[in-house]
């Protein structure tokens, strides 16, 4: 029972991780975004022109994929570590509610699958500006939503975890 005090303590801690590494994607797509008002100050705009809009486009490819491989490695302990110890402790109602929120996790792999597809074209510097522009404003408002969209999903799992770490100690101390 340790082990799973353990593991549910470790899944907590990576959702804060987590979080973390999503705003900070969102931070790089507003620094992508606020490069771009500064190009239209310019008088000529050639996408994949600028060494910055490269560097900063390749930092964002490098963002999202950092919260690609740590949401990859988190849900698959969820899905079937901690799935197992909620199955074993958590009787049917904690039980029922995780596997609600692991149905969130194909929706959440999905949007980060379009990021990094964006990602992917607008780094190819074949868009023009007209499309580039709406491209970089349209993403930051799906990485906006799909911020909200994980700490939502984050925050349930959290009390859900707590609470059966909390049932967990309990039976710890009653034995």
Do not use: C
């Not at 868009?127 to 939502?152: C, M, N, P, Q």
């Not at 799992?157 to 049932?167: F, K």
């Amino acid at each position: 029972m340790d082990e799973d005090v353990a593991l549910i303590g470790q899944i907590i801690g990576e959702h804060k991780l987590i979080l973390q590494k999503v705003r900070t994607l969102e931070g790089v797509t507003n620094d992508l975004s606020a490069m771009l008002e500064l190009e239209k100050a310019e008088e000529y705009f050639v996408p994949g022109r600028f060494s910055d809009q490269r560097q900063a486009l390749q930092s964002w490819q490098e963002a999202i994929e950092a919260v690609d491989q740590g949401l990859q490695a988190h849900f698959e302990r969820e899905e079937t570590g901690v799935l197992t110890i909620f199955e074993k402790h958590g009787g049917g109602m904690l039980a029922s509610a995780l596997h609600i929120l692991l149905r969130e996790h194909e929706e959440i792999r999905n949007r980060i699958a379009k990021l990094k597809k964006d990602a992917a074209e607008l780094a190819t510097g074949e868009l023009s500006r007209e499309v580039w522009e709406g491209k970089v404003w349209g993403i930051r408002s799906y990485i906006d939503h799909t911020r909200k969209l994980i700490e939502a999903h984050a925050k349930s799992e959290m009390e859900l975890l707590q609470t059966l770490r909390s049932r967990l100690q309990r039976e710890n101390r009653g034995k």
